[in-house]
């Protein structure tokens, strides 16, 4: 089946720092990924998202590679700021499954100034 | 463009009422919509399916008869919480996919915080 496994948190992270979050995948089609953010009290905002292998989604210096080989989408951005204090989740959606979207289970990130 | 809301932001009721959330597509048709559950510090959990003029599709454990969702055109969606009680209480967000964007691209709403007294 179809299920998403991310990170755990929670991370903090000191201003300027490097972030990596993990997020590996199972699908039995050929899937879209996407990163959604989520910041206190506020729904999901699409972030990036990658439509097949190789591609690479990027907004606001995050970016993430859609990689099969590793069946992997890890989000990086190479300096963060404490307005990037939120829940991030790692999510795909299968076509196969009427574009259902699986979520993983978030990953909570603050950054110190 | 492909902005969603949802009405109310916050409400606080008491136990056995109803509460009716309101989602709506503002610049786009939305054919599906989705409804989620998401409890303090977890994930989302996708309660049910609706496509605009057809009955919603739950997913499993989700009570049809107590959260009624209808879905009457290609910008609305509401869900109703029948009877509400405190076990409830939860952050309701609804999605939607449509003439917006990438193909099967969700774009969320802010949610709505229901709290049961």
């Known amino acids: 089946g179809n299920s998403v496994t991310q990170m755990e948190g929670p991370v903090t992270l000191s201003e300027e720092a490097f972030l990596t979050i993990n997020c590996t995948y199972t699908a039995t089609g050929y899937p879209s990924l996407f990163w959604y953010v989520q910041y206190p009290g506020e729904g999901l905002q699409l972030l990036l998202k990658a439509t097949k292998a190789d591609d690479k989604g990027s907004n606001k210096g995050f970016e993430a590679t859609y990689r099969k080989e590793t069946t992997s989408f890890h989000l990086e951005k190479g300096s963060v700021q404490v307005s990037d204090s939120a829940v991030y989740f790692c999510a795909l959606s299968d076509r196969g499954t009427g574009n259902q979207f699986y979520f993983g289970t978030g990953t909570s990130l603050t950054v110190i100034p | 463009g492909a902005v969603v809301s949802q009405h109310p932001s916050r409400v606080i009721c008491k136990s056995g009422t109803s509460v009716k959330i309101e989602c709506r597509s503002l610049d786009f048709q939305a054919t599906t919509m989705f409804w989620y559950r998401q409890f303090p510090k977890q994930s989302l959990m996708l309660m049910a399916t609706?496509?605009?003029?057809?009955?919603?599709?739950?997913e499993q454990g989700v009570e049809k008869d107590k959260f009624l969702i209808n879905h009457a055109s290609l910008t609305l969606s509401t869900l109703t919480v029948t009877s509400a009680h405190p076990e409830d209480s939860s952050f309701y967000i609804c999605s939607a996919t449509g003439t917006s964007g990438a193909p099967g691209t969700q774009y969320f709403g802010p949610g709505t915080r229901l709290t049961v007294l």
């Open positions: 609706s496509n605009e003029g057809s009955k919603a599709t739950y």
